[in-house]
């Protein structure tokens, strides 16, 4: 974005905006499939659903969709909302609202381009796929959009001339585009990469037969701690990161990569893996301890029991309105959704449970609060201002991106509230 001529601090902002509604699927869904189930007392909550003859699979697809229900309707708001940012704070003229009048219609028309094809492969395909289908389809649908100046507005909207910037707009880190003579490739053999992925991931799921092939190579943790007989087990070849070395594997040939370049990926990409891969390597202990706390010699229940008891009693019946934004506290102190989800999910299960509401929309509701909170997550936007060289002015950029993440948080946690109290949603358990 710098390289294109938006200045680095809106580079920033936006990038953040950005991580809210696609976040709860990303990574292949491992917020859902890493951080909602490593999070959920899995053999507890199996045992509930077997006494009304319902199985695990079936409640974590209700919360997926709960998910993607709620999600799809902040979402679709969020790139007129980015608009207003934009056009109030780096905006030449202050008076935005005639500027915003001519994009709404086409600001919509884009984010139902991503919402609609996310909502429905959410609840038909599950966690691994809205966010890739969602932007596959959104991108080409938009593209054509504007090639063709369906909805396009008549009058242009520009930053003022990079000579005008505020100082404290600007990073250290110089950026533009240059033309290299680096091997071009065609538009289909770029994206034929994500179209490969999104087809065996799909195979993977839909294909009865290659699914059991595939669960049948695992990894079995059994009586961990033996006398509490915990047990864990990993499905290697079912596992999306699987799917993902896979393609990446017949990727180097599909675009002809020499070794230097892929000695090169492979050393980006396992930078950052690591970087994540360093705290789930000690949050997911923690809090598997404290999931199952509730097993001690002195009948004490376990630590989100605790928490659970003590928060409904204090909130009551208005507590689902402040769900998501537990979630979000939780990605702003961890810095991911993912391990707000771990450390979250079966205290949000309790509480609801104790409410007599539903344990799988409370945990919805976590989740998308945790996406929320990435826009404010300190560890993300140190990581954002550190690449356009904004370090340590990171306050500008939360005194921003928090206007969005309180919209996210209040239009979610009214939309719980309808659910359970208008609509009279139930759920599973």
């Not at 869904?29 to 319902?54: H, R, S, Y």
């Not at 070849?237 to 180097?252: D, E």
């Not at 939780?330 to 205290?347: D, E, I, K, R």
Request: hydrophobic share 55%.
């Amino acid at each position: 974005m710098v390289a294109v001529g938006f200045p680095p601090l809106s580079a920033v902002v936006f990038g953040m905006m950005i991580q809210s509604t696609p976040v709860s699927f990303g990574a292949v869904g491992t917020p859902m499939l890493v951080g909602v189930q490593g999070g959920l007392n899995k053999e507890l909550i199996t045992n509930q659903l077997n006494k009304i003859d319902l199985e695990w699979e079936y409640f974590f697809r209700v919360i997926v969709s709960d998910v993607a229900v709620i999600h799809a309707i902040c979402g679709t708001f969020m790139p007129v909302l980015l608009i207003m940012i934009m056009i109030h704070f780096f905006g030449a003229k202050k008076n935005w609202i005639n500027d915003i009048v001519t994009i709404f219609p086409f600001a919509i028309f884009s984010a139902l381009c991503f919402t609609v094809p996310y909502l429905i492969t959410a609840i038909f395909l599950g966690p691994e796929f809205p966010s890739i289908f969602g932007g596959l389809f959104g991108m080409a649908t938009v593209t054509l959009a504007v090639k063709y100046n369906f909805l396009v507005p008549k009058d242009i909207w520009e930053f003022e001339e990079s000579s005008k910037w505020p100082k404290h707009w600007l990073g250290n880190v110089n950026m533009e585009l240059k033309n290299n003579n680096k091997k071009k490739i065609g538009s289909f053999v770029s994206w034929f990469p994500y179209i490969l992925l999104a087809f065996f991931l799909i195979l993977s799921r839909t294909n009865d037969n290659l699914n059991k092939f595939l669960k049948s190579v695992n990894i079995n943790f059994l009586n961990i701690l033996e006398e509490e007989k915990i047990n864990a087990v990993f499905h290697f070849l079912y596992s999306p990161g699987s799917v993902l070395l896979f393609v990446s594997s017949i990727t180097f040939f599909i675009h002809k990569m020499n070794f230097r370049q892929i000695n090169l990926a492979f050393r980006d990409s396992t930078k950052i893996i690591f970087g994540a891969g360093f705290v789930l390597l000690f949050t997911v202990p923690l809090v598997r301890i404290m999931i199952n706390s509730g097993i001690n010699y002195n009948d004490f229940v376990s630590m989100p029991v605790a928490m659970a008891k003590g928060v409904s009693n204090t909130m009551g019946n208005v507590y689902p309105f402040f769900a998501p934004t537990i979630g979000a506290i939780g990605a702003f102190l961890a810095g991911s959704n993912t391990v707000s989800n771990l450390m979250l999910s079966q205290f949000q299960f309790e509480t609801a449970i104790i409410l007599e509401l539903s344990g799988a929309l409370m945990v919805a509701a976590q989740s998308v609060g945790a996406a929320a909170g990435n826009m404010i997550a300190i560890h993300n936007v140190v990581a954002a201002s550190a690449t356009v060289g904004l370090l340590g002015r990171e306050g500008m950029t939360l005194r921003i991106t928090i206007l969005p993440t309180i919209y996210y948080l209040l239009f979610s946690g009214l939309i719980v509230l309808c659910l359970i109290y208008i609509f009279g949603f139930k759920g599973p358990l």
